[in-house]
């Protein structure tokens, strides 16, 4: 339920309706954008905050997590960075061509929000399941997680599509009402997972509290390293997150920018990549059960190198539209299984929360460099398609790291 709650903000504030929104209130495709003294391109400024976001989630969130583990406060943080990104979400109802600043602002709060939250969260899947379930509870979640989303998109594009009849002044006064729904809907059903997750064990061990986050994740970067599996398989999932994390953000803008897209013809087909992912969670979960994850991790890899490479040939609405459809199939799976397997080959004790740290602390760290060397590629070229060349090129690497771990068959250790 957590994932149906806070799912809204990924589809519906990174991938369909705030980035379209962001670059009409910016001036349109590939305009330039003066805030704060700086001129950016409008989609490489989009870029640039996500990749500010993510940066100081990850140099902090080791140090809440210490603080979580030496006081025993993991449901309260996530409790917390769910408050911050819904309140992130609610106050990019005031963003509008004369107050870019707020969603510049609001995007970056909403961002971290929800990127926060997902340490102390993922962290429980060990404690709520066997490890045999941590597939098809992982797939489980993220299928809500696409589930609750398209509900709330479906519901946000008959306001905007029918502003008037909903008494709005303007269909921009309706797509800024969709960013306030976002954030009521992912505090509201958040109460249901937190009211059900185990509670927080009080602890008053406070020598090396600030430190203490730091240190683990030393800790378990030194564990890591003695430990093969774990050690190849970081590192593939560094290198493929910096192309699927940025993939997904980026998408509907490379829809409206290289392809001139309409606005609502591009939201229905991320509309339909979310109902694929659904189905695509659900098969590639499938072959993982049978064939094993890192040989299902490959092909969903290998599938990513494809839709970069076409996706740099593409030159009409149909051949976006056949990406799509293939980002779809992929993109639930991706993550689910990512999640699923590491919790699997990390020890099976109850420090659980320190080694998902180091696990988010490994992808936003990928987001970082996978959307600042996006937006860099964008200012530097003039355009996005060698910028998606360039994930391309994290995929391969990703995939040759993966190919590395065919020997083992993490399910039988």
Known sequence: ?????????????????????????????????????????????????????????ALINPLLSGISDSLGLKKIWMVFFTLVGSIGCISLYAFTSSTIWIGIVGFAVATIGYAGSLVFYNSYLPEIASSNNFDKLSARGFSFGYVGAVILLVINLIFITFYSDFGFAS????????????????????????????????????????????????????????????????????????????????????GTAELKLEANNLIIVILLIQLLAIVGASFFAKISQTKGTFLSLSIMIGLWIIVCIGAYYTTTANEFYILAALVGTVMGGIQSQSRSAYAFIIPGNKDNASYFSFYEFTEKIAIVIGTFSYGYFIE???????????????????????????????KTI
């Open 380 to 410: 530097l070229t003039g355009g996005m398609r060698n910028s998606i060349l360039l994930l391309a090129c994290y995929f391969v690497i990703g995939l040759l790291l993966m190919l590395r771990l065919m020997r083992y068959n993490y």
């Open 1 to 57: 339920m957590y994932d149906w709650a806070n799912s809204v903000f990924s589809l519906i504030i990174t991938s369909a309706i705030f980035p379209i929104y962001f670059e009409a209130t910016t001036g349109g495709a590939n305009a330039t954008i003066q805030i704060w003294g700086m001129t950016f391109v409008n989609s490489a400024l989009h870029s640039y905050i996500l990749a500010v976001a993510f940066l100081l989630v």
């Open 171 to 254: 269909k921009g006064y309706a797509t800024r009402f969709s960013f306030l729904t976002v954030g009521v809907w992912w505090i509201g059903f958040a109460l249901i997972p937190f009211y059900y997750l185990p509670k927080d064990i009080r602890k008053k061990n406070v020598q090396g509290l600030l430190s203490k986050g730091y240190k683990e994740i030393k800790t378990v970067f030194d564990s890591i390293q003695k430990v093969p599996i774990q050690k190849r398989f970081l590192a593939s999932f560094f290198f493929y997150s910096m192309g699927t994390q940025t993939v997904m953000y980026v998408a509907a803008l490379f």
